[in-house]
Nanobody, 124 residues
Framework: QVQLVESGGGLVQAGGSLRLSCAASGGTFSSYVMGWFRQAPGKEREFVAAINWSSSSTRYADSVKGRFTISRDNAKKTVYLQMNSLIPEDTAVYYC?????????????????WGQGSQVTVSS
């Protein structure tokens, strides 16, 4: 069983930056697709970014392209989400997740394990 623990969330002013980390334990981390999702109050969970096992393939939601960067360090079993030029609309609980497949997916239902979430709040 895979366990995921997010960290790095917090309160930041608009235009600022944060880096989220997600540490994995259990399983073979280097074989998994890793994704980031977010959920704002009253809204459905939405895709943010995902990366395949070798970092050769990444996908981003249109709303974060050019501002967010996903990366991973297989030796550290950690995936990161660098978030720059944050805007108030980025305020949400951010979740990392693992997908036991090779193709990068954007739908939450494809992912098998989830972290507990990390709150990101962007003030205007």
């Amino acid at each position: 069983q895979v366990q995921l623990v997010e960290s790095g969330g917090g309160l930041v002013q608009a235009g600022g930056s944060l880096r989220l980390s997600c540490a994995a334990s259990g399983g073979t981390f280097s074989s998994y697709v890793m994704g980031w999702f977010r959920q704002a109050p009253g809204k459905e969970r939405e895709f943010v970014a995902a990366i395949n096992w070798s970092s050769s393939s990444t996908r981003y939601a249109d709303s974060v392209k050019g501002r967010f960067t996903i990366s991973r360090d297989n030796a550290k079993k950690t995936v990161y989400l660098q978030m720059n030029s944050l805007i108030p609309e980025d305020t949400a609980v951010y979740y990392c997740a693992v997908d036991f497949s090779f193709a990068v997916a954007t739908t939450p239902g494809r992912y098998d394990y989830w972290g507990q979430g990390s709150q990101v709040t962007v003030s205007s």
